[in-house]
């Protein structure tokens, strides 16, 4: 297994484990993607995000199974008006995260009662319902600050603010 | 300098699948690694003045204006309009916004929107990105929400939008 063989693999894994090196990867792996395939189409800043990226796929899977047409972002509708796929982002994530996991022995199956899955479930609707009126997850926010957009400023400020609010209701129910 | 896009377009669109499954992976694999988590950035900043995380989410914004930049000198027909607010001489537009809505909408929306991210997010325990790796994890609980995620986007598509177009129509925004 990867976790006990040489050092040198320790090595390179402890700097993996550095949320720096992820954020940086993102950054430059999002604008490479756009910089080979934009002719695919846009929008800009498009080239990760966890909101508008299973939105694409999951309105694509919808779309096949009821032959209805939700909205897809050019970028995947274009592929799939040629006959392929849409964006792939989530499943490469959810892949490339249980490949970690699992050779790192850090899977374990972490149940929650009946009360925790309805408030996440509901929690997961609410979430994803905002986030597209954001036209962004706090990734694609992050891109697109990259790229400039101004507006997307007001979005960081806002999530920083619900993040307090957050931690405000989080403490207060502590005290209770 | 290259003139047009590096990959015509008939070939752009097979590799989308390809090249974001290949990115998926990679960003899978390093947040798992890292715990990588936006959301979970600015709460550990706020309470705990714990500043690990919050790196990363810096390193992504910085990381990512430096390589739209360079890449815009290299294929400048892929990277159009970047530094988009010096764009038409109009400070506040935003990239990819629906076309119905105006400038001032999408800020609205931007903070409304942005305002529940945060406080579901730290609520939850985590941004989106955060919650997909913890269903990989094993986290039964991260699983419903993505899979209340997947929902929430075809009911957004299907139901939310329209609603919202019409409703900032109807009050001039």
């Known amino acids: 297994m990867v976790a006990n063989s040489s050092d040198e693999k320790k090595g390179l894994d402890s700097y993996l484990k550095m949320p720096l090196v992820g954020g940086a990867v993102i950054g430059f792996a999002a604008a490479l993607i756009q910089a080979l395939l934009f002719a695919a189409g846009g929008p800009q800043a498009y080239g990760f995000c966890v909101a508008c990226h299973s939105r694409d796929l999951i309105n694509y899977v919808y779309n096949s199974l009821t032959g209805s047409n939700l909205f897809l972002a050019p970028f995947s509708a274009n592929p799939v008006a040629a006959g392929t796929l849409p964006v792939l982002t989530i499943i490469g994530v959810l892949v490339g995260a249980v490949a970690a996991a699992v050779l790192y022995k850090e899977f374990r199956v972490k149940k929650g009662d009946a009360k925790s899955y309805v408030v996440y479930g509901i929690g997961g609707i609410l979430f994803m319902i905002f986030a597209l009126c954001m036209g962004a997850c706090p990734y694609r926010l992050a891109l697109r600050i990259g790229y400039g957009d101004l507006v997307a400023v007001f979005g960081l400020i806002a999530i920083i603010v619900g993040i307090y609010i957050g931690i405000k209701i989080a403490l207060k129910r502590m005290e209770d | ?173």
């Open chain 2, 1 to 173: 300098m290259v003139e047009g896009f590096l990959i015509a377009k008939e070939s752009a669109v097979l590799l989308v699948p390809i090249a974001t499954i290949i990115l998926g992976l990679v960003i899978g694999w390093l947040c798992q690694r890292s715990g990588f988590c936006s959301i979970g950035g600015i709460r550990d900043f706020i309470l705990f003045r714990q500043t690990r995380l919050l790196k990363g989410y810096i390193a992504l914004i910085i990381s990512a204006f430096v390589f739209y930049l360079i890449f815009s000198f290299i294929v400048p027909a892929a990277i159009p309009k970047f530094l988009w607010c010096m764009q038409d001489g109009q400070l506040l537009t935003a990239i990819g916004g629906a076309p119905a809505v105006s400038a001032a909408g999408v800020i609205v929306l931007m903070i409304v929107g942005g305002i529940f991210v945060g406080l579901i997010g730290t609520l939850l325990g985590g941004c989106p990105l955060r919650q997909l790796v913890m269903t990989s994890e094993g986290n039964l609980k991260s699983l419903v929400f993505v899979i209340g995620m997947l929902a929430g986007a075809v009911i957004f598509t299907a139901l939310v939008s329209p609603w919202i177009i019409e409703a900032f129509t109807a009050i001039g925004l």
